[in-house]
Structures are given as C-alpha cells and as structure tokens.
C-alpha cells in the first residue's frame, strides 16, 4: 500500500509515491511518556519519507582542530542546511536534532497553506486530517524530536508537560517550542511561525536562555524560511525552502545596526502605563515606520532581515503578561542577540532571567543597542547598557 505526499513546487500541488517498502518501524518512535501516544501522531510516511529513517544517518564530522576551524569558515550563502550545519558544528546529535526539526517545518509549511480554518479545526483539501492547525504542528514538531534520536525530554506551550522522547541523557538535548506562534491569524493568511529552543541535556527549568545551544524559528508567509543560530557559531541564518524542498542558506545577520522601524506589542498596556505610552508616542513624533502584523515570529524576524529596529511587549496593572518566557522570549533573544542585536525585559538581558517554571512569563523588548537603551531609561530611568560619563566630564 502506498501512502502520499503532497508538495508544492512552483505553484503546482505534486503527488509524492512514498513506497510501503519502509519498515513499520517507523511508525513506533522510541519509548516516551504515557502522556506521549506515538498511535496519535500523524502518519510518519506522510510526513518525512526517506531523508528520516529510523537509524540516524552517518555524518562525516572527524575534524581534527586545525580542520575544523578551517572548515567553520567555509560556510558561505547557497550552502544547503544539512551542509551549513556540518560545517558549523562537530555534534552530530545537534545536527541531527535541527535537521528533523527542518523536515518538520518543512511539513507544518504545507499544512499551513493548505489547510482551511474554522472557528475550532482546520481540515486540508482531502479531509484527512480533523485537527487544529496549531495541534497538528504540535504533534508533527513531537514525532520530528522522537525521530532525532537525540532528544530526551521535549516541552510544547500547547502541551507544557515534559513529554520523554527517548533520546540519551549524556549527549542528548531537551527542546521547547511554540508550535505555531500567531495561530489565530492563519485564517487571515497573515504570516505565523514556529519558535523552538535547545538546551542541553534533560532540563527546562533551573536553566536560562542563555544555556540554550541553538535556537530558531520557522517563518510562513510568502517565503518560508528558517532562521537559526548555535552558540559556538557566529551570527543568525536564514535557510530558503526551495521549490524541490531543500533549505538553502540565503543570509547571515551579525549585527543589528540603528534605523526607525517599530512593532509595539500590546498596545493596551498605554492606557494605564505612562512610561510606555510616552515611548510609543517618542516612535510616532521621530516618524518611525510602524511595521506590527500581531504575530511576534515575523514582526521579531523583521529585525533581523532588516538589521535594524524595535519590538516591544510591555505590561501594565491591567495587562500582565503573556509572553512565555522558555517557548518564545528565550529563544527568540538567542537569536536576536547572536545576530549582533539586544534583548531586554527592562533591567537586564532576557538571557539572562531564571526560567523556574514552564508557564513563566515576562515582557520584551528586542532591537539594536540604542533603542533598547531608550526602552529601558523610558520604562525606568536608566540603561545597564550606557555607558558612563566620565567624571569631570562636560554634560
């Protein structure tokens, strides 16, 4: 029996024949929680097809010193992912990890555009699948993590429960993610995302976003793309998905420079918060170019496409916060601050707050230095940031 694909390449929907030939092994990922029903995920044929087979594939990373620094300054535009990621890194489980959670964006992508939305579940054109769309990226983001064979402990802000994947305590990875950020836009074809951080070993919490090894986000609109960074590896990338479905590296962000481009989150907060209704109307009188679509993935990721710019999320006595800390604020910062910007929750860097709870929550603020200096003397009166005058220095 054959099941099928479907892809989109150049505007035409294409059946894939995915030969019943594969193992039923599939089909069964390795032992997880009994919170995490492997019955329940998606057919896997459907989904990965042959780039994931049950034994992970064999990577060519054997570098001695001298070749491996030789090698991480190789990594040029047009390499393809899995290409960029042996170069950039010697840790085959983090590749490994990063290349499923690749094919699993690749597959939410298509869900996305082709799903219909109601008010309560999204169905495709064939009716095959009765699930909202963000509880379908949910469980196609899960079966990816099991398929790693390198994740112990996975964590989704659907789901916020550890959820065992199978993978090795020592060498192994826990991983957290927002499945589809901006889900209550899809039907409005705005542009949604996928965040998800990496953290070593088998801990969520007691860590900080500073801890994470990698952290990216998957961006759905007229492109798709992936933007990802690693923490032994300088800057941010952006990954293309060609039409024949593979990611291609289009561009390397370093450094997040100064320019009049602002996306102020939760406005309401204005109201009852003068310090940020005095920033907001600092953006209006200096003409800013507003550039807000309500969904943090593409209004964060503008600023590092663009190199430039602000995205603030403040509360205020009557609008607390929402934004969670380890499936959204943390790995975004990680990405915003590897690409040569700063991250803010207005005393200090977001990297650095203690992540306690999986449900913690916090407000943000991301963008070059000067504006998130002038986020933090706006909303409080002084910037960790600034440097001191001099004593004795002219004022």
């Known amino acids: 029996m054959e099941a099928t694909m479907v892809c989109c390449s150049r505007g035409m929907l294409l ?5 019943s030939q594969h193992p039923t092994a599939l089909l069964s990922p390795p032992s997880v929680s009994p919170s995490f029903n492997s019955k329940s995920i998606i057919k896997s044929s459907s989904i990965f097809g042959e780039p994931l087979r049950a034994t992970p594939p064999r990577l060519s990373i054997k570098l001695s010193k001298t070749r491996r620094l030789s090698s991480v300054t190789r990594c040029a535009i047009g390499d393809s992912l899995e290409g960029f990621l042996t170069k950039a890194t010697t840790d085959k489980g983090l590749i490994r990890v990063l290349t499923c959670m690749g094919e699993a964006l690749r597959t939410i992508a298509f869900k ?3 799903a219909s939305c109601g008010g309560t579940a999204c169905v495709n054109s064939f009716g095959d699948e009765q699930l909202a769309v ?3 990226a949910d469980k196609l983001l899960f079966e990816a993590l099991a398929y790693s064979h390198f994740c112990k402990y996975a964590c989704s802000e659907e789901v916020p429960e550890l959820q065992d994947m199978g993978g090795p305590t020592e060498g192994g990875f826990s991983v957290a993610f ?5 889900s209550s836009i899809v039907d409005t074809n705005f542009t949604v995302g996928t965040i998800f951080g990496v953290w070593p070993g088998d801990k969520l919490t007691g860590v900080t976003g500073r801890d994470q090894v990698a952290a990216a986000m998957g961006i759905y609109g007229p492109r798709t793309t992936y933007v990802l960074a690693l923490k032994d590896f300088p ?3 952006e990954f293309l ?3 024949e479905g593979k990611w291609q590296h289009v561009k390397e962000t370093t450094e997040i420079n100064e320019g009049k481009l602002f996306s102020p989150g939760n406005l309401r907060a204005t109201f ?9 109307n600092y953006y209006v009188t200096e003409k800013y170019t507003l550039r807000y679509t309500g969904g943090m993935v593409p209004d964060v990721n503008q600023i590092i496409v663009k190199e430039k710019g602000i995205f603030t999320n403040v509360v205020s006595p009557s609008s607390k916060a929402k934004l969670r800390l380890l499936f959204e604020v943390a790995p975004l910062g990680f990405l915003i601050e590897k690409a040569g910007g700063y991250s803010s929750d207005g005393y200090q860097s977001v990297e650095n707050k203690d992540i306690n709870n999986l449900d913690d929550r916090t407000q943000v603020a991301y963008g070059s230095k000067n504006e998130i200096i002038r986020f933090e003397k706006t909303l409080y009166g002084s910037s960790r940031l600034e440097e001191p005058v001099p004593v004795g220095a002219a004022s």
Do not use: C, E, I, Q
Not at 15 to 19: E, I, N, Q, R
Not at 178 to 182: K, R, S, Y
Not at 272 to 280: A, F, I, M, R, S
């Open 235 to 237: 800057g941010t990338h």
């Open 241 to 243: 998905l060609l039409d």
């Open 112 to 114: 996305v555009r082709t």
């Open 134 to 136: 963000d509880m379908l």
């Open 178 to 182: 927002d499945p589809l950020d901006g």
């Open 15 to 19: 059946p894939l024949a995915v030969s």
């Open 272 to 280: 009852d918060n003068p310090n940020y209704d005095k920033l907001v």
